[in-house]
């Protein structure tokens, strides 16, 4: 299938000259996390995000020349496996679709993608990530605070008894900051300069969670991609994990040869790539056997302005997703210990099902 068969046609763009106030009304309103920035011709510039204003001392008065981020682009005639690892590889939740000359003629994002695809039996089990979540009572502010320190995008709100009570995501935020209200000053920045944030809970802002229980096909959460950007995975009422599309659109990336692929986004140095990639193959045939069927694994990078870098990865199998977070002054350094706590998790649930079957047989031996 061709992206020009999935793509949006009729796609919302902002300029350079744009403020960030406006690109969060926009994102608010059409409930959308990223949009495009074109030039006056409607040549492609490149993307802004949601997640990097709130997660930066941006004013809401900036123009957006100066937060563009730049990214590779789709042809028409490019096909949906490439639309996906480039998805995935990016870190983006949608690239641009452009003709020759660099115009915008579209955008396909990860829930068109997750439309196109057959999960055929797997479950949200094998690709939900960890739930991190918020109480209610706690402030926007400490809210925010959370997410950029666990470098997420939402958080399932839980009550005093731990119970799911709703989500909290970007675009709930962006639809604050985005009203006009008092500023404690004039150079009020985003990230916590909005009068009277610290006093709106979570509570107060938060939506209705759409649940689903383990076990859920993932084929039936198509629908929901469609309407909504998460569902929280309970058990008993409580949030044990959450998936997306992008958790599902990385279970159907191609391998080759039937074995693992290493995906990696915003690691933008070649020699790292390199030998980080070489170091992630060594392990995954190291770890082969212990989980089942490793699929794939997918490392994100960030920089952060300490000068810091951090690594986060989901290793997927075909038992679940393995996730871990490793900080390092350099890639490589964050890579090496990555590598050592995801081999500390995988020791542990690896003997964690060991005990288990053991116990399954001598609890057989004395039936």
């Given at each position: 299938m061709k992206?020009?068969e999935?793509?949006?046609?009729?796609v919302?763009?902002?300029?350079s000259e744009d403020t960030i106030a406006?690109?969060?009304?926009?994102?608010?309103?059409r409930?959308?996390?990223?949009i495009?920035?074109?030039?006056?011709?409607?040549k492609?510039?490149?993307?802004?995000?949601?997640?990097?204003f709130?997660s930066?001392?941006?004013?809401?008065?900036?123009?957006l020349?100066?937060?563009?981020?730049?990214?590779?682009?789709l042809?028409?005639d490019?096909?949906?496996?490439?639309?996906a690892?480039l998805?995935i590889?990016?870190?983006?939740?949608?690239?641009?679709?452009v003709e020759d000359?660099?115009?915008l003629?579209?955008?396909?994002?990860?829930t068109?993608l997750?439309?196109?695809?057959?999960?055929?039996h797997?479950?949200v089990d094998?690709?939900?990530?960890?739930a991190?979540?918020?109480?209610e009572n706690?402030s926007?502010?400490?809210?925010i605070s959370?997410?950029?320190?666990y470098?997420i995008?939402?958080l399932?709100?839980?009550?005093t008894?731990g119970i799911?009570?709703g989500t909290?995501?970007m675009l709930?935020i962006?639809k604050i900051?985005?009203?006009?209200?008092?500023?404690t000053s004039k150079?009020a920045?985003?990230?916590?300069?909005t009068?009277?944030?610290k006093?709106?809970?979570?509570k107060d802002i938060a939506?209705r969670?759409?649940?689903?229980?383990?076990?859920?096909?993932?084929?039936?959460?198509?629908?929901n991609?469609?309407?909504n950007?998460?569902?929280?995975?309970?058990?008993?009422?409580?949030p044990?994990?959450?998936?997306?599309a992008?958790?599902?659109?990385?279970?159907?990336?191609?391998?080759?040869?039937n074995?693992p692929?290493?995906h990696?986004a915003?690691?933008?140095d070649?020699?790292?790539?390199?030998?980080?990639?070489?170091q992630?193959?060594?392990f995954?045939?190291k770890?082969?056997?212990?989980?089942?069927?490793?699929r794939s694994?997918?490392?994100?990078a960030?920089?952060?302005?300490?000068r810091?870098y951090s690594?986060r990865?989901?290793l997927?199998t075909?038992n679940?997703v393995i996730?871990?977070k490793?900080?390092?002054y350099d890639p490589?350094s964050?890579s090496?210990e990555?590598?050592?706590r995801?081999?500390r998790?995988?020791?542990?649930?690896?003997?964690?099902r060991?005990?288990?079957?053991q116990?399954?047989?001598?609890v057989?031996k004395?039936?």
């Amino acid at each position: 299938m061709k992206v020009s068969e999935i793509m949006v046609t009729d796609v919302v763009t902002l300029t350079s000259e744009d403020t960030i106030a406006k690109a969060l009304h926009l994102m608010a309103d059409r409930s959308i996390n990223q949009i495009p920035v074109v030039d006056e011709s409607g040549k492609y510039l490149g993307m802004i995000s949601a997640k990097q204003f709130i997660s930066s001392t941006a004013q809401p008065s900036s123009k957006l020349r100066g937060y563009i981020i730049k990214t590779s682009a789709l042809s028409r005639d490019d096909d949906i496996e490439k639309a996906a690892q480039l998805i995935i590889g990016s870190g983006n939740r949608a690239m641009p679709v452009v003709e020759d000359g660099g115009g915008l003629v579209g955008i396909v994002s990860e829930t068109d993608l997750v439309s196109t695809a057959d999960f055929g039996h797997a479950i949200v089990d094998e690709v939900m990530s960890g739930a991190i979540v918020i109480e209610e009572n706690t402030s926007l502010a400490d809210a925010i605070s959370k997410m950029r320190r666990y470098n997420i995008s939402r958080l399932p709100v839980i009550n005093t008894k731990g119970i799911l009570h709703g989500t909290l995501n970007m675009l709930d935020i962006a639809k604050i900051i985005a009203t006009p209200r008092e500023r404690t000053s004039k150079s009020a920045a985003i990230s916590g300069g909005t009068a009277g944030i610290k006093d709106v809970k979570v509570k107060d802002i938060a939506r209705r969670a759409v649940s689903v229980e383990r076990g859920t096909k993932l084929n039936v959460m198509v629908d929901n991609f469609r309407r909504n950007e998460e569902a929280i995975v309970v058990g008993d009422g409580r949030p044990m994990g959450i998936v997306t599309a992008k958790d599902a659109l990385e279970l159907v990336l191609p391998k080759k040869n039937n074995e693992p692929i290493i995906h990696m986004a915003h690691l933008e140095d070649g020699q790292d790539r390199i030998e980080i990639q070489e170091q992630l193959t060594r392990f995954l045939q190291k770890i082969q056997g212990k989980l089942g069927d490793v699929r794939s694994i997918v490392v994100y990078a960030d920089k952060h302005k300490t000068r810091k870098y951090s690594l986060r990865t989901r290793l997927i199998t075909s038992n679940g997703v393995i996730d871990a977070k490793a900080v390092g002054y350099d890639p490589i350094s964050a890579s090496k210990e990555l590598i050592a706590r995801l081999d500390r998790r995988i020791k542990s649930e690896h003997s964690q099902r060991v005990q288990n079957r053991q116990r399954r047989e001598s609890v057989r031996k004395i039936g």
